[in-house]
Nanobody, 129 residues
Framework: QVQLVESGGGSVQAGGALKLSCVYSGYTYGRYCMGWFRQAPGKERERIAHIYTGGSITNYADSVKGRFTISQDNANNTLYLQMNSLKPEDTAMYYC??????????????????????WGQGTQVTISS
């Protein structure tokens, strides 16, 4: 059974940094997407970064490009999100998510929230000004 467990959230001042971790089980190799999403109160959940394992392709939302870095450590079954230069508008609940493994999985799937069928419980990130 696939499971995702996030950790690393917290409260920091603007300009600070945090590193989120997502430990996963049930994934070995194959084509799938793993991503980080966030949802602020009153707003829709948005994709902020993803990895497509078909070619180790990463992609970022414009709002975090240049500040956040997604990475995957397969040896430790962990997905990371390094967040630097944090802003108050980064305040949200952060979730990691994954699609199923499929030989037909393509990189375009990674952009769609509906492609992700497994979600973690979320970790809160709060940035104060």
């Amino acid at each position: 059974q696939v499971q995702l467990v996030e950790s690393g959230g917290g409260s920091v001042q603007a300009g600070g940094a945090l590193k989120l971790s997502c430990v996963y089980s049930g994934y070995t190799y194959g084509r799938y997407c793993m991503g980080w999403f966030r949802q602020a109160p009153g707003k829709e959940r948005e994709r902020i970064a993803h990895i497509y394992t078909g070619g180790s392709i990463t992609n970022y939302a414009d709002s975090v490009k240049g500040r956040f870095t997604i990475s995957q450590d397969n040896a430790n079954n962990t997905l990371y999100l390094q967040m630097n230069s944090l802003k108050p508008e980064d305040t949200a609940m952060y979730y990691c998510a994954a699609t199923t493994v499929s030989p037909w999985r393509n990189s375009g799937d990674c952009y769609r929230l509906t492609s992700y069928s497994v979600w973690g419980q979320g970790t809160q990130v709060t940035i104060s000004s």
